[in-house]
């Protein structure tokens, strides 16, 4: 199964689309991190004055996918560096 998704010519190319633009703009993850951590504070902070369930689903989700987004890009940065 592996070496067919190896060989995809299709999968090779948006690798390649993906890591040029990642490369051109390196530090896009970890503001894209950051602003989503705050967002996650401004819903934090809503939920308090408010409670409801959707709104610790929603920060919980946005918090999450913030750390690890800033984390991913701070992995990135050295090897798409130039």
Do not use: C
């Amino acid at each position: 199964m592996f070496s067919k998704i190896n060989r995809s010519a299709r999968i090779a190319r948006l690798l390649e689309s993906v890591t040029g633009s990642l490369a051109r703009r390196r530090g896009l993850p970890i503001v894209i991190g950051v602003g989503l951590v705050i967002v996650a504070f401004i819903v934090q902070l809503i939920n308090l004055a408010a409670p409801a369930p959707y709104w610790d689903w929603i920060w919980a989700i946005t918090l999450h996918v913030g750390i690890l987004s800033a984390l991913i890009g701070l992995l990135l940065l050295e090897p798409l560096g130039r």
